[in-house]
């Protein structure tokens, strides 16, 4: 087998490994924790049927790819919680540590393609990324919620915590950070996120 197939093939079977990764948000219905890998499909889906809320027209496709790939350094680096101070000091250092590590695995021209999109989303400044970090905090928001805020009342996350890392997805959707407000103020009304 030639060696770009072969590359190829190893990344593909790589990214099973995503699915191994569990995250802090409960499947709907207070199921298990989602992992990774169902996040990233959630998102992508999500993005394609939302996509007439972004605020600037969008490459669709992008979006999707961004929301497939953002969280596969995570096989390396590890989930890290939202509202987790500490880990988050040093996500960006262990995330850039995975993504060299694991795009190293493509072929040279697909590992450039896929770090420029992934750094592109954390850049956070095109429309793309914007729209795609919309996703990324619509998708457990809209799960948390699903479970009566739960997972907001056993890490005893705050309303001036969520609304810290939601106010930015107004930037890619207005509209949907409108449903996000109400959401928010719901379940600070029931108590589910401390006020």
């Known amino acids: 087998m030639e060696e770009r197939l072969q590359r190829q093939l ?34 992508a889906v999500m993005a394609y049927l ?11 496709a992008k979006v999707m790819l961004m929301c497939l790939i953002h969280d596969i350094v995570e096989i390396e680096a590890g989930d890290t919680y939202a509202y987790d101070t500490e ?11 995975a993504k060299e590590k694991l795009y190293s695995i493509l072929p040279e021209d697909q590992k450039r393609e896929f770090i420029a999109l992934f750094d592109e989303f954390e850049a956070y400044e095109t429309p793309e990324a914007k729209f795609a970090h919309t996703m990324d905090n619509l998708q457990p928001l809209l799960l948390n919620n699903s479970n009566g805020g739960g997972d907001w009342k056993e890490h005893q996350v705050s309303a001036e915590q969520v609304y810290g890392r939601q106010t930015r997805s107004r930037e890619g959707s207005e509209r949907l950070f409108e449903v996000i407000d109400t959401i928010l103020q719901e379940n600070i009304k029931k108590g589910s996120l401390k006020a």
């Open 87 to 97: 880990n988050l000091m040093t996500q960006k250092a262990r995330e850039d540590a």
């Open 50 to 60: 939302l996509r007439e809320y972004a605020n600037e027209k969008v490459d669709i």
């Open 10 to 43: 190893e990344f593909a079977l790589t990214i099973d490994k995503e699915k191994n990764i569990f995250r802090q948000t409960h499947l709907s219905g207070h199921g298990r924790n989602e992992n990774d890998a169902e996040h990233a499909w959630h998102m």
